[in-house]
């Protein structure tokens, strides 16, 4: 057992909870019985997860109807776009670039013939889910579990459910006839769950996306995602309560029933509804990408022919190693998150290139720090260690960038407009809430790698 990532990860955790409780609105209300008990939860889960042999083994199990997910919308993409040979993705790449330059695959065929695809057929396949109740019913037993362990109210409980399992916007129809008599912590705890979690049209995404054409990496992937996306929701129940605690706890609203509200007539009006709402996700995130991977590539132009004119672009290269080929965003972000990629237990060595991922998630969003992240642990001339990609698969899962905080004001507010105002006022607290929950998690995985 490494003594010293304990260490660092208890110090971490430590950190972490104590930069939230620097932005609590609130000290004295914190709840620190819900605190420890979310803490011990959410550890408690991981270690269940990654450390019992059988409980991982079902998480496999899991893990492999997502790359099945992959495999059945492959057969509709062949129909639609023709069939691809196998290594097309992988061709020649010229690794002396810097990794969000040029990414170690066809990033044109990987996403517009898997990873968008992957989003509808989800989106489609959740919308069937929901008409029948399966869905419903995962998500109160882990309500169930939830507000009993950390005496939540029952609108909280079901939307932090809600998110492991659907987006940060759908979330919250779920639970659409408490929003309006909901308490400013409430919604807060809604939020921060959203932005700490990942909906599920994406996690299938990102699971071809990091684990490529090879079924056991898709599974390894798929594998940690999940634990991710459903160990961030305590996390971000605690960030939440210590940002902005309950006033009156005794007085919040414990019932827990979700809501009945089916969607689409019969199940073909469930699958139209869904593969509706999975292309304009889709859609949305093609847009997103491109035009947030421009504004990089032109942030970097400025910053290069900066670096070239002061010296700098040599200096870097030098004080790196050659791990960045000179000033950019990446470079700048990277010596920004570099301190809090230390908190999260990454191996020193790594701390600039795991800051840059940070910061890329955080100020852009997570598709284009994992796209990053691909580009990295591909690369062997960076040499980035199993420890930080496993780190990194976990702190980039959630939802908590700038442009959500938009994304929720503009969807929950759609169906609560009385919470219109609350929902603006609590928009970077919330972000901050999801970006500690999410560390929380990677912090705990960096201890148990």
């Avoid at 132009?301 to 000179?326: C, D, H, K, P």
């Avoid at 001339?381 to 938009?406: D, M, Q, R, V, W």
Wanted: hydrophobic content about 55%; charged content about 15%.
């Amino acid at each position: 057992m490494d003594i010293t990532g304990i260490l660092r990860g208890i110090i971490g955790i430590v950190g972490l909870i104590g930069i939230a409780v620097l932005f609590s609105n609130n000290r004295g209300k914190i709840d620190w019985a819900l605190v420890i008990k979310g803490l011990l939860f959410q550890i408690i889960l991981a270690v269940v997860i990654l450390k019992v042999p059988f409980v991982y083994e079902v998480f496999k199990i899991i893990a492999d109807f997502f790359v099945k997910i992959l495999d059945f919308t492959e057969a509709g993409a062949n129909f639609v776009f023709g069939d691809w040979p196998a290594d097309a993705w992988i061709q020649d790449t010229d690794f002396s670039q810097n990794p969000p330059a040029q990414v170690p695959y066809k990033l044109g065929y990987m996403f517009a013939f898997k990873v968008l695809p992957t989003i509808v057929f989800y989106a489609a396949l959740s919308s069937v889910l929901y008409y029948l109740g399966i869905l419903q019913k995962i998500i109160f037993v882990f309500a169930w579990v939830m507000s009993k362990i950390m005496r939540l109210s029952g609108a909280e409980s079901i939307a932090a459910a809600a998110n492991v399992f659907i987006g940060q916007t759908e979330a919250p129809l779920i639970i659409r006839p408490y929003l309006d008599k909901m308490t400013k912590s409430e919604i807060m705890c809604l939020m921060t769950g959203g932005m700490a979690t990942i909906a599920g049209s994406v996690f299938a995404a990102f699971v071809g996306f990091l684990g490529g054409s090879d079924p056991e990496m898709q599974r390894f992937y798929a594998t940690h995602l999940l634990t991710a996306s459903i160990v961030s929701a305590p996390a971000a129940i605690v960030a939440a309560k210590i940002l902005f605690p309950e006033n009156d706890p005794d007085n919040v609203n414990r019932s827990l029933e979700v809501p009945k509200e089916q969607i689409g007539v019969n199940v073909l009006d469930a699958i139209s509804k869904g593969t509706t709402d999975g292309l304009k996700l889709a859609v949305n995130v093609a847009a997103m990408l491109l035009v947030f991977i421009a504004f990089v590539a032109m942030f970097n132009y400025a910053l290069s022919v900066i670096g070239s004119w002061t010296g700098l672009n040599e200096t870097i290269v030098s004080s790196t190693g050659g791990r960045f080929t000179g000033l950019s965003l990446e470079y700048v972000l990277g010596l920004l998150f570099a301190p809090i990629a230390w908190l999260l237990g990454t191996p020193t060595q790594d701390l600039l290139l795991m800051g840059q991922l940070l910061g890329k998630k955080t100020v852009v969003n997570e598709f284009v720090a994992y796209i990053d992240l691909g580009a990295i642990k591909d690369n062997p001339k960076l040499a980035f260690s199993e420890k930080s990609i496993l780190i990194a698969t976990y702190a980039l899962c959630g939802f908590s960038n700038f442009s959500s905080i938009g994304i929720q004001i503009g969807g929950i507010g759609a169906i609560a407009p009385s919470q219109r105002a609350t929902l603006a006022s609590l928009g970077i607290k919330s972000l901050i809430g999801g970006t500690i929950a999410c560390f929380l998690t990677a912090t705990i995985a960096g201890i148990l790698a």
